[in-house]
């Protein structure tokens, strides 16, 4: 019985306790023995070991044993190789003691992220530049009508593609190939079906004209977020993806001939020059009575107007006109329809007319072109987009253009043309305007006298 078993009032002798404290040291030697294995007892552990390592071989096939990394016991240095079998051999019995070595069966980690994966352009933090101008029939314009049939013919919806500088091209398996990538790795493994269209027979002013690839097979969510972003950048390829049809834009006009310089306050002269032309103006405000479903609120007809000239913007650009620096204004408007047909028929009206000023009478040129974005708001030397620190400029498809001009001998001409079939759309458009003229009419003369108009 030991002393801290003992009762607390009963002590041994002397004699009791120099027998005790000899037993102890025996005790104490023996344990020290046994601890230390001599020469045999080494030497039989190595036997034993280098046995059950035969056995797993011959049973399992070379052992798959991970290899540890440095810890407390091979950090100093060198240790003996017995030693190290003897603590993997624990290590493995409790797989809950701490650094636990994984097993043979454990699940490999996740392997890394793949370090060619073409990088995307980073969105800025105010998002990338809205890009203006873009109608149906710009989007449509350089696409042959048979192509456009059978892509509406396909099941299910479709959004559209088109590059950065890129143009129509009568060959462009390259082109196809690298949207197919682009999508895929923004994407995922998703299937994706990348259409090129043949290109129409029509005229155009316009250097590099937008060409747009069919996408399709895609669910919703893919194709929003696709479109959301806008804006797919990448060393190789730059692409805008749309959604179909094509979304109506604000931009309506950029006028010209005014003496202004470029400056908010002159920005706000041309904004109420705009509005006053268009109060007094009986076609527009015919227009905007019968076309008013891309106006959610139920206006009656006079808050219906107020909501439209109200939403006026004018911006300003200086560009270089025959060697001279001068101001343009870009006009937007809240676009009162979502009818593409009637969307053509809005801005065709608006760009008929001249506003006066005070200071001069401003006349609608013709739009801009952007060979990069293309927007029609701006031309390609004052595009945003230019400005993005990283852009990727699509340098690479300067020799795709080169092989794409010896193969479209089509696109070779350029001058002005109308779409195919429009003329006769805005026919339609126009009788279903007329029917309804008296109305507007009478509307204009009574709102005049209200001192609004």
């Given at each position: 019985?030991?002393?801290?078993?003992?009762?607390?009032?009963?002590?041994?002798?002397?004699?009791?306790?120099?027998?005790?404290?000899?037993?102890?040291?025996?005790?104490?030697?023996?344990?020290?023995?046994?601890?230390?294995?001599?020469?045999?007892?080494?030497?039989?552990?190595?036997?034993?070991?280098?046995?059950?390592?035969?056995?797993?071989?011959?049973?399992?096939?070379?052992?798959?044993?991970?290899?540890?990394?440095?810890?407390?016991?091979?950090?100093?240095?060198?240790?003996?190789?017995?030693?190290?079998?003897?603590?993997?051999?624990?290590?493995?019995?409790?797989?809950?003691?701490?650094?636990?070595?994984?097993?043979?069966?454990?699940?490999?980690?996740?392997?890394?992220?793949?370090?060619?994966?073409?990088?995307?352009?980073?969105?800025?933090?105010?998002?990338?530049?809205?890009?203006?101008?873009?109608?149906?029939?710009?989007?449509?314009?350089?696409?042959?009508?048979?192509?456009?049939?059978?892509?509406?013919?396909?099941?299910?919806?479709?959004i559209l593609a088109y590059l950065a500088n890129d143009r129509d091209v009568q060959e462009?398996?390259?082109?196809?190939?690298?949207?197919?990538?682009?999508?895929?790795?923004?994407?995922?493994?998703?299937?994706?079906?990348?259409?090129?269209?043949?290109?129409?027979?029509?005229?155009?002013?316009?250097?590099?004209?937008?060409?747009?690839?069919?996408?399709?097979?895609?669910?919703?969510?893919?194709?929003?977020?696709?479109?959301?972003?806008?804006?797919?950048?990448?060393?190789?390829?730059?692409?805008?993806?749309?959604?179909?049809?094509?979304?109506?834009?604000?931009?309506?006009?950029?006028?010209?001939?005014?003496?202004?310089?470029?400056?908010?306050?002159?920005?706000?002269?041309?904004?109420?020059?705009?509005?006053?032309?268009?109060?007094?103006?009986?076609?527009?405000?015919?227009?905007?009575?019968?076309?008013?479903?891309?106006?959610?609120?139920?206006?009656?007809?006079?808050?219906?107007?107020?909501?439209?000239?109200?939403?006026?913007?004018?911006?300003?650009?200086?560009?270089?006109?025959?060697?001279?620096?001068?101001?343009?204004?870009?006009?937007?408007?809240?676009?009162?329809?979502?009818?593409?047909?009637?969307?053509?028929?809005?801005?065709?009206?608006?760009?008929?007319?001249?506003?006066?000023?005070?200071?001069?009478?401003?006349?609608?040129?013709?739009?801009?072109?952007?060979?990069?974005?293309?927007?029609?708001?701006?031309?390609?030397?004052?595009?945003?987009?230019?400005?993005?620190?990283?852009?990727?400029?699509?340098?690479?498809?300067?020799?795709?253009?080169?092989?794409?001009?010896?193969?479209?001998?089509?696109?070779?001409?350029?001058?002005?043309?109308?779409?195919?079939?429009?003329?006769?759309?805005?026919?339609?458009?126009?009788?279903?305007?007329?029917?309804?003229?008296?109305?507007?009419s009478s509307a204009h003369n009574m709102y005049s006298s209200t001192g609004y108009w």
């Amino acid at each position: 019985m030991s002393t801290s078993q003992m009762p607390p009032n009963i002590l041994p002798d002397d004699d009791g306790m120099a027998l005790l404290d000899k037993a102890i040291a025996d005790a104490e030697q023996i344990g020290q023995n046994s601890a230390e294995p001599g020469p045999l007892s080494k030497r039989q552990a190595r036997k034993n070991n280098k046995r059950a390592l035969e056995d797993d071989n011959r049973n399992n096939g070379p052992s798959k044993r991970a290899i540890p990394k440095p810890n407390s016991l091979t950090a100093n240095g060198p240790i003996d190789p017995m030693v190290q079998d003897e603590e993997m051999t624990a290590r493995e019995e409790d797989t809950n003691a701490p650094n636990a070595l994984p097993s043979a069966t454990a699940a490999p980690p996740n392997p890394p992220a793949a370090t060619t994966t073409p990088h995307f352009l980073p969105t800025p933090e105010e998002g990338f530049p809205k890009v203006h101008g873009i109608t149906h029939r710009d989007v449509f314009a350089m696409v042959a009508r048979d192509s456009k049939e059978c892509w509406d013919s396909q099941d299910g919806p479709y959004i559209l593609a088109y590059l950065a500088n890129d143009r129509d091209v009568q060959e462009a398996t390259e082109r196809v190939v690298r949207l197919q990538s682009l999508i895929k790795v923004a994407l995922g493994s998703t299937p994706v079906i990348v259409g090129h269209a043949k290109p129409s027979n029509r005229r155009t002013s316009d250097i590099k004209p937008l060409f747009p690839y069919y996408i399709g097979g895609l669910t919703m969510d893919q194709m929003d977020f696709l479109t959301t972003r806008g804006c797919w950048s990448t060393p190789t390829t730059t692409a805008f993806f749309i959604p179909n049809p094509p979304p109506p834009s604000e931009f309506v006009m950029t006028l010209e001939n005014l003496p202004l310089a470029a400056t908010e306050e002159n920005n706000n002269i041309v904004k109420k020059t705009v509005q006053q032309k268009i109060r007094q103006n009986s076609d527009i405000l015919n227009f905007i009575a019968v076309n008013r479903d891309n106006i959610l609120i139920n206006y009656d007809f006079l808050d219906l107007l107020h909501y439209v000239v109200d939403s006026v913007m004018v911006t300003n650009l200086s560009i270089v006109q025959r060697g001279t620096t001068t101001t343009v204004f870009n006009i937007y408007i809240h676009p009162p329809t979502l009818n593409t047909n009637a969307l053509e028929m809005w801005i065709s009206k608006l760009r008929k007319l001249d506003y006066t000023c005070i200071f001069g009478t401003g006349k609608p040129r013709a739009p801009f072109h952007c060979t990069c974005c293309k927007a029609r708001d701006h031309p390609a030397g004052l595009c945003e987009y230019l400005k993005i620190p990283g852009w990727n400029n699509n340098q690479a498809l300067s020799k795709l253009d080169a092989e794409a001009a010896q193969t479209s001998s089509t696109s070779s001409m350029r001058g002005r043309g109308r779409g195919e079939g429009a003329e006769e759309d805005r026919r339609t458009v126009g009788a279903r305007a007329t029917g309804q003229g008296a109305v507007a009419s009478s509307a204009h003369n009574m709102y005049s006298s209200t001192g609004y108009w």
